[in-house]
């Protein structure tokens, strides 16, 4: 309990320390898109990296060899837990959007990071408004944002594998970037599994090769899908 309570009060401490730096971001962006991207990035990953050691996560990374580095990528990855998002933020290397659901534009003090995270907020009620949200994070692939998708919709919250959904796979074949298949596991274990109370649990995260079949030609999503969910399931079922 005492360690959830830290956790919380550091987490709100946090974000009004660092609120100024949305503006700054903002008119960074304005001059020299690079940059601003570097301080995002840095903002991040010391963000999550600090709530992770809070929360007593021990972290083991692997694959980042594989990642390309001269290309935005779309990271497709099963969702354990609300711990996968500093995760992917403190290792994946880079700045990363996700496409999120709209109700946590909400949110006060982290839909303005968000967003100049390059965040997309869906609204999966309203299908128009859904398809023109999966478009605009295509549009941020092609220019150059690399962008995460949990394509299970929502939390596992154990270390089953649901099926992928397709919608968010529109992603790679609208903007045909490289799609890199990321497996979480253990992260559930941190919170999820404890009915809300944080625990130290070990963690593993693997980034797996691009899969690049949709560069190549046309291709079904459902087969994009199930290959996709077979390499993020392999990468699952390692050993710690």
Not at 94 to 119: A, D, N, Q, T
Not at 123 to 143: G, P, S, Y
Not at 179 to 190: D, E, F, N, Q, T
Not at 209 to 227: F, N, S
């Amino acid at each position: 309990m005492v360690r959830t309570g830290l956790w919380f009060v550091y987490f709100m401490i946090y974000l009004l320390v660092i609120s100024p730096g949305i503006k700054k971001a903002e008119m960074m962006y304005k001059k020299d898109k690079n940059k601003a991207g570097d301080y995002v990035k840095g903002k991040a990953e010391r963000w999550s990296r600090r709530l992770l050691k809070l929360a007593g996560a021990r972290l083991e990374i692997r694959g980042l060899e594989y990642l390309p580095q001269k290309e935005p990528v779309l990271f497709v990855s099963n969702h354990q837990g609300n711990f996968d998002i500093p995760i992917l933020l403190s290792s994946a290397g880079r700045k990363i959007g996700f496409l999120s659901k709209i109700e946590v534009k909400k949110i006060p003090l982290i839909s303005p990071w968000m967003e100049v995270m390059g965040c997309v907020f869906i609204d999966r009620a309203d299908r128009r408004k859904a398809v023109q949200a999966i478009r605009t994070a295509a549009n941020k692939l092609e220019d150059g944002n690399s962008m995460v998708v949990f394509p299970e919709g929502t939390r596992s919250k154990s270390a089953e594998v649901n099926d992928f959904k397709i919608g968010s796979l529109k992603l790679a074949t609208l903007s045909k970037v490289a799609i890199v298949p990321v497996s979480i596991s253990g992260s559930y274990k941190l919170m999820e599994a404890n009915n809300g109370i944080m625990k130290p649990a070990d963690v593993k995260i693997i980034y797996g090769k691009p899969i690049r079949i949709h560069q190549e030609g046309k291709v079904d999503l459902q087969t994009l899908a199930a290959e996709i969910q077979r390499q993020v399931q392999k990468n699952v079922d390692k050993k710690m």
